[in-house]
Structures are given as structure tokens and as C-alpha cells.
């Protein structure tokens, strides 16, 4: 736990040091410049720093378009009420209207800033529009700049997903054995809630390795992920057969057994034709038997009828997962 919190002290010590120094790059440029309000240059540098190269690159844009819209706007209202307050605040109710109807609601505040100069200055002139467009490009430029280091985090992702990998594992080897117990009040849900733990740290992993990939993407990481989901679902509906199962008909070691081969052949290459050829085998078997003698002997062999049916999405899941990314694995 010590390690951890560590760990994240030292990345927000990094974030805040890579802040001030994008801020402190911007002012100098906005200085060097010769460009008046030369501090509103670092402000948009740091409102334009994001997570990732993607949302740093999309703010930015968003910003620059709801700019150009904000001159118009504020153009007109200066035009028509003067330099005074009034038009200052009748601008703000027509740019925010828009710019909250377009998703650029984070274009509001850094845009309003720099069009608050013109009130100050009590000009709007080309000079001026100038100035402010100058600072809006150095500001945003430097917020680039210092997130062009992020790079994809692929160990990062290997080890999570392996996280996940082993959860699923486990979880199918706790129904291989409380499948063969009639007495299944020990056998709780909890092991899903770890899994979903795990499946949100992989997939935030995944969506931060993506947005920081601007070229030559692959959805590899976001595809496995979805799958796992997809597979952890499947599960939960196999765990809510296997405790209605109070009674052990012949048929349910050999569901078990299949359970235990599922976890040995388990591993991410695994394209589980095999697997799958076994299961259709098992299930064309089990059309052929006697009919139960009892209600209660019904009622099982449905439910590891159903459970089985439930393996097999859970098998096509991961072998449509494997023919598409043949290539990456």
C-alpha cells in the first residue's frame, strides 16, 4: 500500500512540475513576443494540458473554433453597446448558450478571458485581435508541447490484463469444485467484485493507451478488455445456475471435469477450437441420454444444460476475440 501511494505522490509531483514548466515556457514566449497580458499565454497553457495526446489535441482545437466564434459574437455586442460591462455580459450569455449546445463547455472561461481584453483595452482593433489570437496559439502550443512525451503504457497493460486473466482462472476454479457440492452456502459472489475491480483498472489502461496513439492504432487492448467483460457477464450467469443446484445427477462431473480442462488450456494465444469441439461433442451426448426419473433430477441436468450452453458463449467470446487479432498475438 506504501509502494502505491508513493507511486502517485511521484506522478503528481511530475504532472505539477511538467505544469509549471509549460506555464513558465509560455509566459517567456508571450514576452518575447512582445504580446500584452502575457500571463493569460501560461492560464491557457495549463487549462490546455489534458490526460492524454488526444484530449490535450481535441481541447485545443475545440478551444481555437469557440475562439473565432467568440470574436464575432463579441464584435457585434461591442458594436452595438459599446465598450461597457453590458456587452461584456451580453456576449457571455450568447457564447456560453453556444458553446454549451456545441461541447465546447471548457472554451468558455479560457476564451472569456481573452475577450475580456478587449473591454479593457476598450479596442478592437486588428492589433488587438492579433495579440489575443497570439496568445490563444502560444498558450495552446506549449500545451502540446508538454505532452508529447506520453507514450502508450504497454507493460502497464499487460500486467492488469494478466491481473484479470488470473481472476477469471480462479473463478473457474471455484466452479469446478462447488459444482460437485450439494451444499453451495459458501459460495459467494465476491470473486466477481474483484474481477470488476480489475477489469476497470485494465480498461482505463487501455482508453489511456489509445487516446495517447495518434497513429498506427490498434484496438487490440480496448478489444480484449471487452471481451473479458463480455466473459465475466457469462460467468455471473454461470455462478446464478450453479447454486441453484441442489441435487448431483451423473452428468455433473463430466461438467466439472470440462470446467478443470478450461482452466488448464486457459491462456490468451489459446484459440479454444478444441475446447469448443469437446463442449459440442458433450452437449450432443447429453441429447441422447435417458430422461430424468424425478423433478428434481430435471431441474439439474436443465441447469448444466443451460451452464453449458453459457460455456459456449463464454468459449466463442474468446476464440472470435483470437481470429481477429491473429496478427498481434
Known sequence: MGEIKNEVLSLHIFKASKIALAAVLSILAANLLGLKYAVTAGIITVLSIQNTKRETLKTARNRGLAFLCALIISYVCYLWLGFRVRAFILYLFFFAFLCLNVGWGEAIAMDSVLISHFLTEQNFGME???????????????????????????????????????????????????????????????????????????KECAIRNWNNTLWSQSSYELDYIRMRENQSRVLRNIYNSIILIKMLPTQTMQVATFFKEIEAQYHRENDVEGLLNILQKMLSDMKLENLPQSREEFEARALLFYTLMQLDEFLRLKNRFVVAHQNHL
Open 128 to 202: 488587438m485581435i492579433v495579440n489575443e489570437l497570439l496568445l490563444l496559439i502560444v498558450g495552446a502550443f506549449f500545451g502540446i508541447l508538454i505532452n508529447l512525451h506520453l507514450r502508450k503504457k504497454e507493460d502497464e497493460f499487460d500486467k492488469l490484463s494478466m491481473y484479470v486473466d488470473e481472476e477469471i482462472k480462479g473463478i473457474i476454479h471455484k466452479m469446478a469444485e462447488n459444482l460437485m457440492r450439494e451444499d453451495k452456502t459458501r459460495y459467494n459472489a465476491d470473486c466477481f467484485k474483484h474481477l470488476e475491480d480489475k477489469i476497470y483498472l485494465a
